[in-house]
């Protein structure tokens, strides 16, 4: 097996150094009854070409976003990684190494950490963030058990346009730490009143930004009706790089963001890995969960970093840690990092300023197609459309038809709830005018 | 050539000597570099990307007003700043990473290719299901192997690490108890467990009651059967244990365990050390995440991503979380909302969104395809016989708190053999810096005094062990002999001598601010 190194020859001789007859005497503790069981259905080892051939062919079932015109978001971006990024992340040193608790040794995990927890702070107009959490959707419902720990109440009121998953993860964490959650009817027009929720239980409002539906709003006068409550505002984001053309949350008042990051330098994967995002308050800091970066001295006075306050953390203060969370999503943090010190602001700007392009041509594309309306009159890269007809079976005839025309609201929310004829739709850098007629031309076809 | 203890050369002592400091800071390969807040502009872009086509915005006035404050860096720049940013980091590349607990293997590199062919790389978790069904096929096949692997029944794949599996598993117990109209308050944890463990059932809200271990380092089931009533509602015990032993008694305890009612929540961190050898669906588990980043080899990556399915017994299985796969008629398709749910599901909720760690399933697979059966069953003995190897190889010169008897594929010393050296666990894991290796974990698990836990796996070849061996020995005997500075000031040859933590603690600086000199001048 070409990934074990030892011959039968070492394996006799380390065995003779132990002083055990043979490998089972060292199994022994197993009970007897459950030794040696009888696998079905799992092949021997396999040739890398036969590995390689196998795999392929479950690849090879799937239709690939650059093989079709494409415009499902929803969640998660297709945007072009520059080759850069994929290099820098497949460096042994970093892909190989281990969470950096010698930091003597793991300077290079624990700048790049730095670094990013500095960008994510500075992308969202907040003061501190993590190192990155598991992806948008737990980074928001961790961002919901900080806020009952800062505030010490336990309600959150969760806007109708956060994503649906994402409202489901809050819920199931919530009802599981016995937290109510108050969860507003889905809002596709952009319209609810949320302010008008929060009472004097509130812990937080939870507040998506560009909204699933695509829609922006000013969080100002929901921050300002929250503080007075003494509650706090949770920012959700799934496409970071909005905020390359919009004001960041923090700019409008938000005490938490939370978000997704895949966005930037991360690929779509069928939904994983992706990165996390958690910024707040410096104030908030030492009630936020996952790992942090910091800077330091060594013993020569040196500059260097560490992962610090990990009194927090659940493998210093076990039941009484602040969350769960052991691991964070470090190499998919580093394409972030990675990818934004490529952009920089200029090249941020420009990026956004090319989606939004973008998806205003589409939109005034898909708006020219009998039947169908837009309903956004705001929106960054991403809005909702209605057709006439079923959307889930609208999308599945665009596919057939080649074109990966979207998300079908009721995919997420389930059918039935007046949703069933809404598809959320994006538009990135990639998307081009022809893609844009291409969908125009088989939504035309299918619904007519 | 290779001269004694497999040391592959030594300096001529008369030449060598102290290097001078340089005028940069760097020492020949080991070069200092800034933050890319320091080299960096706010106009330089390493993304050549085309003019944006004038449109009417649709912003709602909600422009940007300030840019972020993010410089960027020219691609050339970008290189080299990541480039030597990697080489002030040790990676199970460079050498032997022995992290008890950690499951520091070979990460195999068509693993990565596969996992970045465009029909896994360039797949959207939401489009139609009718256009990913290779994508949903090799999550079901993947699901298949790991229950086959582990004797369970069903499998949740959605957990996107350890502890989020953890918290997956005590979910669908909680579910189970629900449905079956009891609420239980308490979580048994023995006291050498992972963190992860008590902070996972803390946050679902169950009190704690710990199980100490007997002399011997596993858990006796009398103390668990002592702890047993009503209110108990699982235990969660990591098999092998955090101080690589096989709990003997582990059926007893499940038993006990079933009897009262209560559920066997396993924490799988150590499966690598059983795959093709025992099954914890014939130990009584019934429910265990699995770390593909440890077993499975797909890589830690720095700190993650990691990925975390769970699987279930009979008994738990229906209430796993959405999404899951089901098959019918031997096609299987997401279930993704409960409306979806075939009869007989109660899924509990939704732990994440979309599906999983798709990209970490691909390389799982292509892991257990490339091993098959036989190399995973070789590779859980290689990795056992190779702790054990290193625990022959030291017995005589560090201390084992559980005296000397067979490990899994982790070795635990305790600090009894430094005692009134004046060097404590954390000096001597420092020093280990200085002779090029990766420290073992250190001070964990939490109930052995100064731990040291070592766990080499199958990775390593014996040439690896022995000089590895040699230079702990040396260390031991070096301790002995009083040589406490060398241990006290490592490292010494590291990019950085020891880092002062409590400073980073007491007053944190987290994100970067431009000194006080500098703004000034900017302004």
């Known amino acids: 097996m070409r990934y074990l190194p030892h011959s039968e020859t070492d394996r006799a001789t380390m065995l003779a150094r132990i002083g055990a007859a043979t490998i089972d005497d060292l199994f022994a503790d197993i009970p007897e009854d459950a030794r040696a069981p009888v696998y079905a259905g799992l092949p021997d080892a396999k040739s890398e070409f036969a590995v390689e051939r196998e795999l392929a062919t479950y690849a090879d079932r799937n239709v690939a976003a650059g093989a079709a015109p494409f415009f499902v978001g929803a969640g998660a971006y297709r945007h072009h990684v520059p080759a850069t990024v994929d290099h820098i992340i497949q460096r042994s040193e970093f892909m190989t190494a281990y969470t950096p608790y010698q930091p003597e040794i793991a300077q290079g995990t624990l700048q790049v950490l730095f670094e990013f927890q500095t960008q994510v702070a500075r992308l969202t107009g907040m003061e501190v963030a993590n190192a990155s959490m598991y992806d948008g959707s737990t980074a928001a419902a961790e961002a919901v058990l900080m806020a009952h720990r800062i505030t010490r109440r336990g309600k959150a009121i969760v806007s109708g346009g956060v994503h649906p998953q994402y409202r489901d993860v809050i819920d199931t964490v919530s009802r599981a730490s016995g937290h109510p959650v108050d969860n507003l009817p889905p809002d596709p027009g952009g319209t609810e009143d949320i302010a008008a929720a929060i009472d004097g239980d509130t812990s937080c409002v939870v507040v998506q930004m560009p909204s699933f539906y695509g829609h922006l709003r000013d969080l100002g006068p929901i921050a300002t009706r929250a503080h007075e409550a003494g509650a706090l505002l949770v920012a959700v984001f799934t496409e970071a790089v909005a905020f390359g053309a919009i004001t960041p949350p923090g700019a409008m008042g938000a005490d938490i963001v939370a978000g997704e990051g895949q966005s930037i330098g991360n690929p779509l994967t069928f939904g994983g890995p992706y990165v996390g995002l958690l910024a707040a308050r410096a104030k908030h800091v030492r009630q936020m969960p996952g790992r942090l970066a910091g800077e330091t001295v060594d013993a020569d006075g040196r500059r260097g970093f560490v992962l610090t306050l990990s009194t927090r953390e659940q493998h210093i203060r076990r039941d009484r840690a602040t969350s769960n969370i052991c691991t964070n999503s470090g190499l998919c943090a580093l394409a972030f990092s990675v990818h934004m010190t490529l952009l920089g602001d200029a090249g941020l700007k420009r990026l956004a300023a090319l989606n939004h392009a973008n998806a205003v041509r589409l939109a005034e594309t898909l708006a020219a197609v009998p039947g169908v309306t837009v309903l956004n009159e705001t929106f960054f890269n991403e809005f909702t459309i209605r057709v006439p007809g079923d959307a889930a079976e609208i999308v599945e005839r665009l596919a057939e038809a080649g074109v990966l025309g979207g998300v079908p609201v009721s995919r997420l929310q389930g059918r039935g709830k007046g949703l069933d004829d809404l598809i959320v739709v994006a538009a990135t850098e990639l998307t081009s005018a022809e893609d844009d007629q291409a969908f125009a031309a088989a939504l035309a076809e299918v619904t007519s | ?523």
């Open chain 2, 1 to 523: 050539m290779k001269g004694d203890l497999g040391r592959p050369t030594q300096p001529d002592a008369e030449r060598s000597g102290e290097a001078p400091p340089t005028f940069t800071g760097n020492r020949g390969l080991q070069i200092e570099e800034p933050l890319i807040y320091e080299i960096g502009r706010g106009d330089v872009s390493g993304v050549d990307l085309p003019d944006p086509p004038k449109v009417a915005a649709r912003l709602g006035g909600l422009e940007r007003a300030d840019p972020p404050g993010n410089p960027g860096l020219s691609e050339p720049e970008t290189m080299r700043h990541y480039v030597r940013l990697s080489q002030k980091n040790y990676a199970i590349d460079s050498g032997i990473f022995p992290l008890g607990s950690c499951t520091m293997k070979h990460n195999p590199r068509l693993n990565e290719k596969t996992a970045r062919l465009p029909g896994f790389a360039d797949i959207h978790p939401l489009q139609p299901q009718s256009t990913v069904e290779g994508g949903i096929a090799l999550i079901a096949e993947l699901g298949r192997r790991l229950t086959e692997l582990t004797g369970m029944a069903a499998v949740a794949m959605s957990p996107r690490a350890g502890a989020h599996g953890e918290l997956c598993g005590m979910l669908a117990i909680k579910a189970a108890l629900e449905a079956a109209g009891e609420t239980r308050s308490v979580v048994l944890v023995p006291d050498s467990a992972h963190g992860t463990n008590p902070a996972t059932a803390a946050t679902l809200g169950y009190d704690i009651v710990e199980v100490p271990a007997r002399p011997d380092g596993t858990v006796d089931p009398a103390a668990v059967r002592e702890r047993l009533n009503d209110t108990v509602a699982a235990i969660m015990l990591t098999n092998p244990n955090t101080a690589g032993l096989f709990e003997r008694d582990v059926i007893a305890i499940a038993e006990a365990v079933h009897a009262a009612g209560a559920y066997f929540y396993a924490d799988g961190a150590n499966f690598n050390a059983i795959v093709g050898k025992a099954r914890p669906g014939d130990l009584g588990v019934d429910a265990m995440h699995i770390n593909l980043h440890k077993t499975f080899s797909t890589p830690h990556g720095g700190g993650g991503p990691g990925s975390g399915p769970v699987v279930l017994s009979e008994a738990l299985a229906p209430f796993a979380p959405l999404p899951f796969v089901h098959v019918a008629a031997g096609v299987p398709r997401l279930v993704e909302t409960d409306d979806d749910a075939p009869a007989g599901a109660h899924p509990f909720g939704r732990l994440t969104a979309f599906h999983g760690q798709m990209g970490m399933f691909v390389r799982a697979m292509a892991y257990m395809l490339s091993h098959g059966l036989d190399g995973m069953r070789q590779a859980s003995e290689d990795a056992v016989l190779n702790a054990n190897y290193v625990r022959a190889c030291l017995s005589d010169l560090m201390s084992q708190p559980y005296g000397d008897r067979t490990c899994m594929h982790e070795v635990l010393f305790d600090d009894a053999f430094l005692k009134d050296s004046g060097v404590t666990t954390l000096d001597f894991a420092k020093a280990l810096i200085d002779e090029g290796f990766h420290p073992m974990t250190v001070y964990f698990p939490l109930v052995v005094h100064g731990a040291m836990l070592i766990e080499p796996t199958e990775s390593e070849s014996k040439a690896s062990l022995d000089l590895f061996v040699a230079s702990l020995r040396d260390l031991a005997l070096r301790v002995g002999r009083g040589e406490v500075d060398r241990f006290r000031q490592a490292p010494r040859l590291a990019p950085r001598s020891r880092l002062d933590e409590t400073r980073a603690a007491r007053k944190p600086v987290l994100t970067y601010t431009a000194p006080e000199s500098y703004r000034s001048a900017a302004e």
